[in-house]
């Protein structure tokens, strides 16, 4: 996800918030703390936030809440079923018929495969990676298929990178001495499969490109987990935060 904010190609005036601080998904607690004040900058102080109680899986009334506020944009910092349950609400809600926006903040490919097209689709949302971008995910994501029977998600291709740049970095070393490894880690550049432009900074951040994508509507989707249009990609620089703004305590 990134750690900077990214304007979709929409003019809202304001964004209103639903985010969960359930303790069973720690990242939404994360996003939420972030959010509105990243969101803020890019969107004028007109951005409003709700958040929900601990451990609830209603999110109806700070839903019908944004639904009446105005906003453009209703940007959810979820995850997991969190988020699963907040965009099956909005749905129930009317509000993915309107004219108002759903972006959720964490949203991996798995979701619109458990709420259906018909009920996820136009949600926008971020991602690192999608199987059906290019040539290259394409013809990885039918190697990894073969061999789990799943479709790869951002996740399974994001460890698939790790490990793969990690022994890039052995082999270019010529040892596996984790001070060497770290270093030649960072010296190479990361362009795989789940990276475009990728690198790994002094502070641990890997910087790469992101993608704005949408959720497809029934009628668009070709194929088995063909779920999302890419419709903008968001250079490493600006979807990331940068060095200076993440104050790090080990890059002196």
């Known amino acids: 996800m990134p750690s900077r904010p990214v304007r979709p190609p929409l003019s809202p005036k304001a964004a209103a918030i639903?985010?969960?601080?359930?303790?069973?998904?720690?990242t939404s607690a994360v996003v939420w703390k972030q959010t509105p004040v990243r969101w803020s900058n890019v969107w004028g102080r007109g951005a409003r936030a709700r958040r929900a109680p601990p451990r609830a899986n209603d999110f109806s009334r700070q839903l019908a809440e944004a639904?009446?506020?105005?906003?453009?944009?209703?940007a959810l910092a979820t995850a997991g079923d969190d988020a699963t349950n907040a965009?099956?609400?909005?749905y129930e809600l009317g509000l993915m018929q309107g004219d108002q926006t759903v972006v959720g903040l964490l949203i991996p490919e798995t979701l619109p495969q458990q709420l259906g097209l018909y009920v996820s689709s136009g949600v926008k949302l971020t991602t690192a990676f999608y199987w059906n971008y290019d040539d290259k995910t394409?013809?990885?994501?039918?190697?990894?298929?073969?061999?789990?029977?799943?479709?790869g998600t951002?996740?399974?291709?994001?460890?698939?990178?790790?490990?793969?740049h990690y022994l890039k970095a052995i082999e270019a070393a010529g040892t596996d001495?984790?001070?060497?490894?770290?270093?030649?880690?960072?010296?190479?550049?990361?362009?795989?499969?789940?990276?475009?432009?990728?690198r790994l900074r002094e502070?641990?951040?890997?910087?790469?490109?992101?993608?704005l994508?949408?959720?497809k509507r029934p009628a668009e989707s070709t194929a088995t987990g063909d779920y999302f249009t890419i419709l903008q990609t968001i250079p490493g620089d600006v979807a990331f935060r940068s060095m200076e703004d993440g104050n790090c305590p080990y890059v002196e």
Do not use: C
């Not at 394409?138 to 479709?151: L, S, V, Y």
């Not at 951002?154 to 793969?164: L, Q, R």
């Not at 490894?181 to 362009?191: D, F, N, S, T, W």
């Open 18 to 26: 639903a985010g969960s601080s359930s303790p069973p998904t720690p």
């Open 177 to 198: 001495d984790p001070s060497a490894v770290i270093a030649k880690m960072r010296e190479l550049p990361v362009e795989d499969v789940f990276a475009r432009n990728g």
């Open 138 to 151: 394409r013809d990885w994501t039918e190697r990894f298929r073969a061999r789990t029977g799943a479709t």
């Open 203 to 211: 502070d641990g951040r890997m910087v790469h490109d992101m993608y």
């Open 213 to 215: 994508a949408e959720i």
């Open 154 to 164: 951002m996740f399974s291709a994001g460890i698939y990178s790790v490990v793969g």
């Open 87 to 90: 965009i099956r609400q909005a």
């Open 67 to 74: 639904q009446t506020s105005g906003a453009k944009i209703v």
